[in-house]
């Protein structure tokens, strides 16, 4: 079986502070580790995976992750957020023995002030 | 190109009526997955389609529910009966089939389902 949890269900950031979204996933084998962003009523949008590659991942947006194997985290960061960035972030994570069925996280929602 | 689209973007019914979501999926993906996000949680899986088959459809919470895919692209989720609990999102993603768990799902923007 896999899950996922993100550790905060809110955050709140100014504009041009760094940006964490923490997440931990639990997995009997090698997962894939994706962070999906969803803006208010828009479609779910891929912002990075990890796929046994590189442990540092770089997406769009300017947003990375690393994954720690050892902590079994796959944290989200960004060095300085933008109004843009508010929205709702999903951290995911799949298994090729499970059909690569997406099993989500509970989201964390973050909130930009200027 | 064209993305994943959904149809309807809203439907609302009654309590004890059935409803069909459709789902168009990008051309060329072979893989089609369908998600429930209900209010202010992540998306569940429902059920996956590998070409014109359901792979898994451990997902779908009961018999009222059901998906086919007849020709291999687009896909029908239909649901009997609706109860008031099925009022969610209802996401559809399609992707390609490498065969090696780290295809990208590309997401439609949903229909929302209301019950009454």
């Known amino acids: 079986a896999q899950s996922v949890t993100q550790l905060d269900s809110h955050v709140s950031v100014s504009e041009g502070t760094p940006v964490l979204l923490r997440c931990n996933y639990s997995?009997?084998?090698?997962?894939?580790l994706f962070w999906y962003v969803q803006h208010p009523n828009k479609g779910l949008q891929l912002l990075l995976k990890?796929?046994?590659?590189?442990?540092l991942v770089k997406g769009i947006n300017g947003f990375e992750a690393e994954f720690k194997k050892s902590e079994t985290s796959f944290h989200l960061t960004k060095p300085s957020a933008h109004m843009s960035d508010a929205a709702e972030y999903f951290c995911?994570?799949?298994?090729?023995?499970?059909?690569?069925?997406?099993?989500f996280g509970g989201g964390t929602r973050v909130l930009v002030k200027p | 190109g064209a993305g994943v689209s959904q149809t309807p973007s809203n439907k609302v019914t009654e309590k004890g009526k059935y409803v069909e979501l459709r789902c168009d999926p990008i051309?060329?993906?072979?893989?089609l997955y369908w998600y429930r996000q209900s209010l202010g949680q992540g998306p569940e899986f429902l059920i996956y389609?590998?070409?014109?088959?359901?792979?898994?459809d451990s997902g779908l919470p009961n018999d009222r529910f059901f998906a086919v895919r007849p020709e291999g692209s687009v896909s029908t989720l239909k649901i009997q009966r609706t109860e008031r609990g099925d009022s969610a999102v209802y996401l559809c993603?399609?992707?390609?089939?490498?065969?090696?768990?780290?295809?990208?799902?590309?997401f439609g923007p949903g229909t929302r389902l209301t019950v009454l």
């Open positions: 990890y796929t046994s590659a590189a442990t």
């Open positions: 995911v994570v799949s298994l090729l023995a499970a059909g690569n069925k997406l099993t």
């Open positions: 997995s009997s084998y090698s997962p894939s």
């Open positions: 389609f590998q070409g014109t088959g359901a792979a898994d």
């Open positions: 051309s060329g993906h072979t893989a």
């Open positions: 993603a399609s992707s390609t089939h490498s065969g090696s768990g780290t295809d990208t799902q590309y």
